[in-house]
């Protein structure tokens, strides 16, 4: 194993871009990256795992929806700055329930209808808000609420998580549970909504509530920097 990963200048090219096609129809699925630990893993474990670029760690693909790769064969490119993999896709490839990540046509930038979404929910409500989101980017201003909002820039997206913050404050003030709720649901969309304009997952927000876990508030607070 240690020579096929001696294979890539892992100082030069710390992340290795990865087609994955299905071992059977041949479909290009996905693109993903791996570090030199995703790939290891990926050997060794003969399991699809790559380095998330949002969620800035290693990320097994399915973890959260369950669709898992099963690799059944890896071809590097002549450069060794590129990988193949052959994979047997549990489910679907992409986050938006679809069975491979390319059905928009670039020009046009129409969606190919004939492609099946899956009804079922692969994510939680957050990480499923967050992928939303993130498609709306290219949505027309027009017809979106969220890309009318990511159109305006970031002024006016924290102009909003600032005021939907100050509306979940006075509902809070007056003790009225079901306007927490509601105040509460919008300041998340709108706090999500800043985040996908800046790509950051969600999953780094737990990563680092995950690490707090480990100290105190007080340790923690003395932890920051001035």
Not at 62 to 77: A, K, L, R, V, Y
Request: net charge negative.
């Amino acid at each position: 194993m240690q020579e096929i990963l001696n294979r890539v200048d892992w100082e030069k090219q710390e992340l290795l871009p990865v087609i994955v096609q299905d071992v059977d129809s041949n479909e290009v699925l996905m693109l993903g990256y791996m570090n030199k630990e995703a790939l290891e893993l990926s050997l060794k474990t003969k399991t699809a795992h790559y380095f998330s670029r949002s969620k800035q760690r290693i990320w097994k693909k399915g973890e959260s929806s369950g669709h898992t790769q099963t690799i059944h064969s890896f071809n590097i490119d002549c450069d060794n700055d590129t990988l193949l993999i052959k994979i047997t896709q549990k489910g679907v490839a992409c986050h938006t329930g679809r069975p491979s990540c390319f059905f928009t046509e670039l020009e046009s930038g129409n969606i190919n209808s004939e492609v099946e979404v899956q009804s079922e929910e692969l994510y939680g409500v957050i990480d499923t808000l967050y992928h939303t989101i993130q498609e709306r980017k290219n949505a027309d201003p027009s017809e979106s609420w969220t890309a009318k909002l990511l159109s305006k820039g970031d002024n006016t997206i924290l102009k909003k998580v600032v005021e939907e913050a100050g509306e979940f404050s006075f509902a809070y003030k007056d003790n009225d549970e079901h306007e927490m709720i509601y105040e509460a649901a919008d300041l998340t969309y709108h706090m999500l909504v800043a985040l996908a304009a800046k790509n950051i997952s969600p999953d780094r927000i737990k990563q680092e509530l995950s690490r707090r876990f480990d100290m105190s508030g007080i340790a923690e607070k003395n932890s920051r920097k001035d």
